[in-house]
Protein backbone atom coordinates (compact mmCIF):
# COMPACT_ATOMS: atom_id res chain seq x y z
CA UNK A 1 0.00 0.00 0.00
CA UNK A 2 2.98 1.95 -0.23
CA UNK A 3 3.84 4.68 -2.71
CA UNK A 4 1.86 5.80 -5.75
CA UNK A 5 -0.08 2.92 -6.62
CA UNK A 6 -0.95 2.23 -3.05
CA UNK A 7 -2.18 6.31 -3.20
CA UNK A 8 -4.28 5.15 -6.61
CA UNK A 9 -5.81 1.88 -4.92
CA UNK A 10 -6.45 4.12 -1.26
CA UNK A 11 -8.22 6.68 -2.84
CA UNK A 12 -10.28 4.24 -5.20
CA UNK A 13 -11.74 2.39 -1.84
CA UNK A 14 -12.53 5.96 -0.62
CA UNK A 15 -14.40 6.93 -3.99
CA UNK A 16 -16.51 3.47 -3.79
CA UNK A 17 -17.37 3.82 -0.53
CA UNK A 18 -18.73 7.75 -0.38
CA UNK A 19 -20.59 6.47 -3.45
CA UNK A 20 -22.42 3.91 -1.37
CA UNK A 21 -22.65 6.51 1.58
CA UNK A 22 -24.60 8.97 -1.69
CA UNK A 23 -26.67 6.54 -2.65
CA UNK A 24 -28.17 5.78 0.50
CA UNK A 25 -28.18 9.53 2.27
CA UNK A 26 -30.24 9.99 -1.56
CA UNK A 27 -32.68 7.03 -1.12
CA UNK A 28 -33.39 7.79 2.39
CA UNK A 29 -34.15 12.01 1.54
CA UNK A 30 -36.43 10.93 -1.55
CA UNK A 31 -37.97 7.60 -0.14
CA UNK A 32 -38.26 7.41 3.64
CA UNK A 33 -39.48 10.74 4.44
CA UNK A 34 -42.87 10.91 6.40
CA UNK A 35 -46.07 10.80 3.63
CA UNK A 36 -47.36 8.98 0.84
CA UNK A 37 -44.13 8.20 -1.05
CA UNK A 38 -46.17 5.82 -3.38
CA UNK A 39 -48.72 8.92 -4.48
CA UNK A 40 -45.36 11.55 -4.61
CA UNK A 41 -43.45 8.76 -6.63
CA UNK A 42 -46.39 8.33 -8.95
CA UNK A 43 -48.05 12.15 -9.29
CA UNK A 44 -50.50 14.13 -8.49
CA UNK A 45 -52.19 12.74 -11.71
CA UNK A 46 -52.53 9.06 -11.05
CA UNK A 47 -55.23 6.49 -10.30
CA UNK A 48 -55.60 4.78 -6.78
CA UNK A 49 -54.36 1.24 -8.66
CA UNK A 50 -51.31 3.26 -10.61
CA UNK A 51 -50.41 4.01 -6.65
CA UNK A 52 -50.74 1.00 -5.95
CA UNK A 53 -49.02 -0.27 -8.44
CA UNK A 54 -46.39 2.08 -7.61
CA UNK A 55 -46.22 0.89 -3.88
CA UNK A 56 -45.91 -2.78 -4.79
CA UNK A 57 -42.89 -2.01 -7.47
CA UNK A 58 -41.10 0.29 -4.50
CA UNK A 59 -41.77 -2.73 -1.96
CA UNK A 60 -43.45 -0.56 0.39
CA UNK A 61 -44.32 -2.86 2.86
CA UNK A 62 -40.71 -3.93 3.39
CA UNK A 63 -39.06 -2.87 5.77
CA UNK A 64 -36.99 -0.19 5.18
CA UNK A 65 -33.60 -1.92 4.43
CA UNK A 66 -35.37 -4.62 2.38
CA UNK A 67 -36.52 -1.63 0.44
CA UNK A 68 -32.64 -0.30 -0.07
CA UNK A 69 -31.29 -3.19 -1.19
CA UNK A 70 -33.64 -3.58 -3.91
CA UNK A 71 -32.62 0.08 -4.34
CA UNK A 72 -28.67 -1.45 -4.58
CA UNK A 73 -29.88 -4.25 -6.49
CA UNK A 74 -31.75 -2.61 -9.31
CA UNK A 75 -28.27 -0.41 -9.77
CA UNK A 76 -25.90 -3.53 -9.89
CA UNK A 77 -27.87 -6.32 -11.44
CA UNK A 78 -30.99 -4.71 -12.85
CA UNK A 79 -34.74 -5.32 -12.07
CA UNK A 80 -38.07 -6.05 -13.31
CA UNK A 81 -40.76 -3.63 -13.22
CA UNK A 82 -44.48 -3.95 -14.38
CA UNK A 83 -46.29 -1.68 -16.47
CA UNK A 84 -49.19 -2.72 -15.90
CA UNK A 85 -50.23 -4.89 -19.21
CA UNK A 86 -46.44 -6.51 -19.26
CA UNK A 87 -43.14 -6.82 -17.43
CA UNK A 88 -40.33 -4.59 -18.63
CA UNK A 89 -36.56 -5.50 -17.89
CA UNK A 90 -34.16 -2.34 -16.56
CA UNK A 91 -31.08 -3.61 -17.27
CA UNK A 92 -28.30 -2.21 -14.77
CA UNK A 93 -27.21 0.16 -13.84
CA UNK A 94 -31.06 0.44 -13.64
CA UNK A 95 -32.49 3.57 -11.72
CA UNK A 96 -36.11 2.83 -12.13
CA UNK A 97 -38.59 4.07 -14.82
CA UNK A 98 -40.43 7.45 -14.71
CA UNK A 99 -43.69 7.51 -13.93
CA UNK A 100 -44.23 10.32 -16.46
CA UNK A 101 -43.20 8.12 -19.87
CA UNK A 102 -42.67 4.79 -18.49
CA UNK A 103 -39.16 5.54 -20.17
CA UNK A 104 -35.71 3.92 -18.23
CA UNK A 105 -34.42 6.81 -16.26
CA UNK A 106 -31.08 5.11 -17.29
CA UNK A 107 -31.57 5.46 -20.63
CA UNK A 108 -33.05 9.27 -20.37
CA UNK A 109 -30.01 9.91 -18.61
CA UNK A 110 -27.77 8.45 -21.52
CA UNK A 111 -29.85 10.94 -24.27
CA UNK A 112 -28.91 13.56 -22.11
CA UNK A 113 -25.60 13.79 -20.84
CA UNK A 114 -23.77 14.33 -23.84
CA UNK A 115 -25.64 17.77 -23.89
CA UNK A 116 -24.15 18.38 -20.54
CA UNK A 117 -20.98 16.98 -21.23
CA UNK A 118 -20.47 18.95 -24.22
CA UNK A 119 -21.14 22.06 -22.57
CA UNK A 120 -19.00 21.39 -19.11
CA UNK A 121 -15.95 20.28 -21.30
CA UNK A 122 -16.38 23.08 -23.81
CA UNK A 123 -16.44 25.09 -21.03
CA UNK A 124 -13.97 23.67 -19.34
CA UNK A 125 -11.05 24.76 -21.97
CA UNK A 126 -12.30 28.28 -22.05
CA UNK A 127 -12.32 29.09 -18.04
CA UNK A 128 -8.89 27.15 -18.09
CA UNK A 129 -7.70 29.79 -20.81
CA UNK A 130 -8.96 32.73 -20.10
CA UNK A 131 -8.61 32.05 -16.03
CA UNK A 132 -5.00 30.44 -15.94
CA UNK A 133 -4.23 33.39 -18.19
CA UNK A 134 -5.49 36.29 -15.90
CA UNK A 135 -4.35 35.04 -12.96
CA UNK A 136 -0.89 34.61 -14.35
CA UNK A 137 -0.62 38.21 -15.76
CA UNK A 138 -2.17 39.98 -12.77
CA UNK A 139 0.67 37.77 -10.55
CA UNK A 140 3.19 39.36 -12.78
CA UNK A 141 2.13 42.63 -13.56
CA UNK A 142 1.36 42.97 -9.46
CA UNK A 143 0.88 46.50 -8.01
CA UNK A 144 0.77 48.21 -11.56
CA UNK A 145 -2.35 49.74 -12.76
CA UNK A 146 -2.90 46.59 -15.32
CA UNK A 147 -2.82 44.27 -12.34
CA UNK A 148 -5.75 46.21 -10.65
CA UNK A 149 -7.48 46.56 -13.61
CA UNK A 150 -7.87 42.55 -13.91
CA UNK A 151 -8.57 42.30 -10.56
CA UNK A 152 -11.91 44.33 -10.86
CA UNK A 153 -12.65 42.61 -13.58
CA UNK A 154 -11.88 39.18 -11.80
CA UNK A 155 -14.22 40.18 -8.86
CA UNK A 156 -17.27 41.44 -10.84
CA UNK A 157 -17.11 38.08 -12.43
CA UNK A 158 -17.59 36.11 -9.64
CA UNK A 159 -20.31 38.43 -8.39
CA UNK A 160 -22.12 38.04 -11.77
CA UNK A 161 -24.81 35.32 -11.86
CA UNK A 162 -24.16 33.27 -14.65
CA UNK A 163 -28.20 34.56 -16.14
CA UNK A 164 -27.37 37.85 -16.20
CA UNK A 165 -24.23 37.18 -18.44
CA UNK A 166 -26.36 34.69 -20.68
CA UNK A 167 -28.85 37.43 -21.02
CA UNK A 168 -26.43 40.27 -21.83
CA UNK A 169 -24.17 38.34 -24.28
CA UNK A 170 -27.54 36.89 -26.51
CA UNK A 171 -28.90 40.21 -26.67
CA UNK A 172 -25.93 41.99 -27.80
CA UNK A 173 -24.28 38.84 -29.77
CA UNK A 174 -27.36 37.46 -31.04
CA UNK A 175 -29.56 39.99 -31.01
CA UNK A 176 -28.24 43.53 -32.03
CA UNK A 177 -24.81 42.28 -33.85
CA UNK A 178 -25.83 39.21 -34.94
CA UNK A 179 -22.25 37.68 -34.92
CA UNK A 180 -23.88 34.01 -33.46
CA UNK A 181 -26.91 31.98 -34.11
CA UNK A 182 -29.30 31.78 -31.15
CA UNK A 183 -28.49 28.62 -29.63
CA UNK A 184 -29.63 24.94 -30.80
CA UNK A 185 -27.83 22.08 -30.06
CA UNK A 186 -26.50 19.92 -32.76
CA UNK A 187 -25.35 16.77 -32.19
CA UNK A 188 -21.47 16.08 -32.88
CA UNK A 189 -21.60 13.35 -34.72
CA UNK A 190 -23.64 15.13 -37.00
CA UNK A 191 -22.49 18.48 -37.83
CA UNK A 192 -19.26 19.05 -35.39
CA UNK A 193 -18.53 22.52 -37.04
CA UNK A 194 -22.36 23.33 -36.07
CA UNK A 195 -21.69 21.80 -32.66
CA UNK A 196 -19.47 24.01 -31.59
CA UNK A 197 -20.72 27.20 -33.35
CA UNK A 198 -23.99 26.69 -31.43
CA UNK A 199 -22.38 26.33 -28.20
CA UNK A 200 -20.31 29.24 -28.04
CA UNK A 201 -21.81 31.47 -26.90
CA UNK A 202 -23.29 29.30 -23.70
CA UNK A 203 -19.75 28.09 -23.25
CA UNK A 204 -18.40 31.77 -22.43
CA UNK A 205 -21.58 32.14 -20.69
CA UNK A 206 -20.46 29.41 -17.84
CA UNK A 207 -16.49 29.97 -18.75
CA UNK A 208 -16.59 33.62 -17.83
CA UNK A 209 -18.18 32.81 -14.43
CA UNK A 210 -15.70 29.99 -13.64
CA UNK A 211 -12.96 32.07 -14.96
CA UNK A 212 -13.17 34.61 -12.40
CA UNK A 213 -12.80 31.92 -9.55
CA UNK A 214 -9.65 30.52 -11.74
CA UNK A 215 -8.12 33.96 -11.94
CA UNK A 216 -8.29 34.89 -7.84
CA UNK A 217 -6.87 31.32 -7.49
CA UNK A 218 -4.25 31.04 -9.85
CA UNK A 219 -3.05 35.05 -8.95
CA UNK A 220 -2.72 33.55 -5.34
CA UNK A 221 -1.16 30.69 -5.77
CA UNK A 222 1.67 32.48 -8.00
CA UNK A 223 2.38 35.23 -5.55
CA UNK A 224 2.75 32.67 -3.00
CA UNK A 225 5.41 31.21 -5.19
CA UNK A 226 7.19 33.70 -6.45
CA UNK A 227 7.86 34.63 -2.74
CA UNK A 228 9.84 31.39 -2.30
CA UNK A 229 13.48 30.89 -1.46
CA UNK A 230 13.98 28.86 -4.38
CA UNK A 231 12.65 31.76 -6.97
CA UNK A 232 14.60 34.47 -5.20
CA UNK A 233 17.52 32.01 -5.68
CA UNK A 234 16.78 32.04 -9.87
CA UNK A 235 16.43 35.64 -9.86
CA UNK A 236 19.61 36.13 -7.66
CA UNK A 237 21.69 33.88 -10.58
CA UNK A 238 20.19 36.13 -13.24
CA UNK A 239 17.44 33.68 -14.52
CA UNK A 240 14.92 35.86 -16.44
CA UNK A 241 11.77 36.65 -15.44
CA UNK A 242 9.47 35.02 -17.71
CA UNK A 243 11.90 31.70 -17.55
CA UNK A 244 10.89 32.21 -13.95
CA UNK A 245 7.36 32.26 -14.17
CA UNK A 246 6.48 29.81 -17.06
CA UNK A 247 9.43 27.04 -15.81
CA UNK A 248 8.92 26.90 -12.12
CA UNK A 249 6.47 29.27 -10.56
CA UNK A 250 3.64 28.07 -12.57
CA UNK A 251 4.17 24.68 -12.17
CA UNK A 252 4.59 24.70 -8.46
CA UNK A 253 1.00 27.28 -8.66
CA UNK A 254 -0.66 24.77 -10.65
CA UNK A 255 -1.26 21.77 -8.23
CA UNK A 256 -4.57 23.65 -6.49
CA UNK A 257 -5.74 25.11 -9.78
CA UNK A 258 -5.46 21.15 -10.72
CA UNK A 259 -8.12 20.24 -7.65
CA UNK A 260 -10.32 23.20 -8.09
CA UNK A 261 -10.62 22.35 -11.77
CA UNK A 262 -11.76 19.07 -11.24
CA UNK A 263 -14.17 19.80 -8.67
CA UNK A 264 -15.88 22.20 -10.99
CA UNK A 265 -16.25 19.90 -14.13
CA UNK A 266 -17.66 17.54 -11.68
CA UNK A 267 -20.34 19.95 -9.45
CA UNK A 268 -20.76 21.45 -13.36
CA UNK A 269 -22.49 18.75 -14.81
CA UNK A 270 -25.26 18.95 -12.86
CA UNK A 271 -25.03 22.93 -11.72
CA UNK A 272 -25.62 24.03 -15.47
CA UNK A 273 -29.52 24.06 -15.05
CA UNK A 274 -29.74 28.06 -15.07
CA UNK A 275 -26.97 28.00 -18.34
CA UNK A 276 -29.25 24.97 -20.07
CA UNK A 277 -32.24 26.30 -19.04
CA UNK A 278 -31.66 30.07 -20.62
CA UNK A 279 -29.93 28.88 -23.78
CA UNK A 280 -32.92 26.09 -24.16
CA UNK A 281 -30.44 22.98 -24.02
CA UNK A 282 -31.78 19.41 -23.35
CA UNK A 283 -29.44 18.46 -21.51
CA UNK A 284 -29.28 17.59 -17.30
CA UNK A 285 -30.37 20.31 -15.68
CA UNK A 286 -33.29 21.00 -17.92
CA UNK A 287 -34.47 17.78 -17.63
CA UNK A 288 -34.27 17.81 -13.36
CA UNK A 289 -36.21 20.80 -13.47
CA UNK A 290 -38.93 19.60 -15.67
CA UNK A 291 -38.56 16.29 -13.83
CA UNK A 292 -39.20 17.98 -10.23
CA UNK A 293 -42.35 20.36 -11.57
CA UNK A 294 -44.25 17.23 -12.48
CA UNK A 295 -42.45 15.52 -9.55
CA UNK A 296 -41.16 12.39 -11.48
CA UNK A 297 -39.16 11.25 -8.25
CA UNK A 298 -37.22 8.09 -10.25
CA UNK A 299 -35.60 10.69 -12.55
CA UNK A 300 -34.99 13.29 -9.97
CA UNK A 301 -33.34 10.63 -8.21
CA UNK A 302 -31.82 9.05 -10.64
CA UNK A 303 -30.67 12.86 -11.83
CA UNK A 304 -29.03 13.43 -8.39
CA UNK A 305 -27.30 10.03 -8.06
CA UNK A 306 -25.40 10.78 -11.65
CA UNK A 307 -24.13 14.63 -10.50
CA UNK A 308 -23.33 12.64 -7.02
CA UNK A 309 -21.26 10.41 -9.10
CA UNK A 310 -19.73 12.96 -11.12
CA UNK A 311 -18.61 14.89 -8.45
CA UNK A 312 -16.88 12.04 -6.20
CA UNK A 313 -15.30 10.97 -9.43
CA UNK A 314 -13.91 14.46 -10.15
CA UNK A 315 -12.73 15.18 -7.13
CA UNK A 316 -10.78 11.57 -7.28
CA UNK A 317 -9.39 12.61 -10.20
CA UNK A 318 -8.28 15.71 -8.45
CA UNK A 319 -6.54 13.80 -5.91
CA UNK A 320 -4.95 11.58 -8.40
CA UNK A 321 -3.85 14.47 -10.77
CA UNK A 322 -2.65 16.31 -7.75
CA UNK A 323 -0.46 13.62 -6.53
CA UNK A 324 1.27 13.43 -9.90
CA UNK A 325 1.85 17.28 -9.20
CA UNK A 326 3.28 17.19 -6.12
CA UNK A 327 4.43 13.48 -5.20
CA UNK A 328 4.59 14.97 -1.65
CA UNK A 329 0.91 14.12 -1.52
CA UNK A 330 1.44 10.22 -2.05
CA UNK A 331 3.20 10.57 1.20
CA UNK A 332 0.29 11.71 3.28
Not at 78 to 89: E, I, K, N, R, V
Not at 90 to 103: E, F, I, K, R, V
Not at 305 to 310: A, E, Q, R, S, T
Request: aromatic fraction near 10%; proline fraction near 4%.
Amino acid sequence: MNGFGGFVLRRAIGTVVTLFAISLIIYLVFYATPGNVAQITCGPRCSPVQVHQVAQQLHLDDPLYVRYWHFLQGIVVGQDYSTGTSLQHCSAPCLGLSYQTDQQVTQLILTKLPVSLSLVFGAMVLWLVLGVGTGVLSAWRRGRLSERVLTGITLAGVATPVFVIGLVLMIVVCGQLQLLPFPQYVDLTDDPEQWAWNLLLPWFSLALIEAAAFARLTRASMLETLAEDHIRTFRAYGVGERSIIGRHALRGAFAPVIALNANNVGSAVGGAVLTETLFGLPGIGQELVHAVNVVDLPVVVGMVLVIGFFVVLANAVADVLYAVADRRVVLA
